[in-house]
Nanobody
Framework: QIQLVESGGGSVQAGGSLMLSCKYSGDIYSSYCLGWFRQAPGKEREGVAVIDIDDKTAYADSVKGRFTISRDTAKNDLQLQMNGLKSEDTAMYYC????????????????????WGQGTQVTVSS
């Protein structure tokens, strides 16, 4: 059974940085995509960044140039480095797993992902 555990969230001022971590375990097949998503109160879950088995990445336009997704397969760890944080980045952040996400029209579509963790809260004050 696949399990995901997010950590690293916190409260920072605008312009600050945070690094999120997602430890994953279980039977994740070779053609997987891992991704970071976020959900603010009253809003739908949205894709932030995804990475596949070949380290191909995709980012939401709102975070390009500020966030970087990476993974350490030896440690089963997915990370999201977030720099230049803005108040609009405030949300609960989740990691998820999908298969062949870059074969889909929108690799960042949250509905294509599953096995969500409990999330980690990021709060950015202006």
């Amino acid at each position: 059974q696949i399990q995901l555990v997010e950590s690293g969230g916190g409260s920072v001022q605008a312009g600050g940085s945070l690094m999120l971590s997602c430890k994953y375990s279980g039977d994740i097949y070779s053609s997987y995509c891992l991704g970071w998503f976020r959900q603010a109160p009253g809003k739908e879950r949205e894709g932030v960044a995804v990475i596949d088995i070949d380290d191909k990445t995709a980012y939401a336009d709102s975070v390009k140039g500020r966030f970087t997704i990476s993974r350490d397969t030896a440690k089963n760890d997915l990370q999201l480095q977030m720099n230049g944080l803005k108040s609009e980045d405030t949300a609960m952040y989740y990691c998820g797993v999908s298969g062949y996400c870059f074969r889909k029209p929108d690799p960042l579509r949250a509905a294509e992902f599953g096995y969500w963790g409990q999330g980690t809260q990021v709060t950015v004050s202006s």
